[in-house]
């Protein structure tokens, strides 16, 4: 377990971060703007906690802790022996909570907009962080190599969000459906 006994280290003050292998990197480059914003999208899930219980609470809190792990991953480039790697087993756990969820929903007729209730518009806000965060990853990927396993997490948890919305508007029936150029004036 980590054990922090002070928060400030100084060490970063020059904008530089420290990686697990020892290294230092600025904290600019891709590398860092991906963890970041992974981290970012682990906070957006837990502010959808505040409005979401039972099991899909249980749910978003294991992959708060994936999240967790993937950051890890991202911190530790190149190959370190016993390095915390994001593994085809926790994208596969995905799949089938989103087979599970989606097979309780009626199918999409309509994009739908983020919104219906508060957990669900939460719940839209943290897959389009999540989104970013992948879009970061795929950007380290084309400069540097990464866990391929780390990428598919990322796009999966987005559809994982994404169906976990549609659950927590009653199923999908609060969902709020998109009505192209509905709104527009003279129509």
């Known amino acids: 377990m980590v054990k922090l006994t002070k928060i400030y280290t100084r060490t970063g003050d020059s904008g530089t971060t420290g990686l697990v292998d020892g290294s230092r990197r600025s904290k600019a480059e891709p590398r ?17 906690l505040l409005a979401i219980e039972g099991a899909l609470a249980a ?19 190149g190959e370190v022996e016993g390095a915390l790697r994001i593994i085809s087993e926790q994208v596969a756990r995905l799949e089938a909570e989103i087979d599970a969820m989606n097979a309780a929903l009626s199918p999409l007729t309509s ?6 209730s508060t957990g669900s518009a939460h719940l839209h806000l943290a897959r389009a962080i999540t989104r970013r965060a992948e ?4 950007a380290l990927a084309e400069q540097e190599a990464i866990n391929p396993p780390a990428l598919a997490y990322l796009n999966r948890l987005s559809d994982w969000l994404f169906v976990a919305a549609r659950m927590v508007n009653q199923s999908g029936a609060s969902d709020v459906l998109w009505v192209p150029g509905g709104v527009r004036t003279g129509r």
């Open 32 to 48: 860092m703007v991906a963890i970041g914003e992974v981290d970012e999208a682990n906070s957006a899930i837990g502010v959808a």
């Open 59 to 77: 749910q978003l809190t294991r992959i708060q802790n994936d999240l967790f792990d993937l950051g890890a991953d991202l911190a530790t480039p």
């Open 111 to 116: 994009f739908i907009l983020p919104g219906g």
């Open 135 to 138: 879009r970061a990853a795929v």
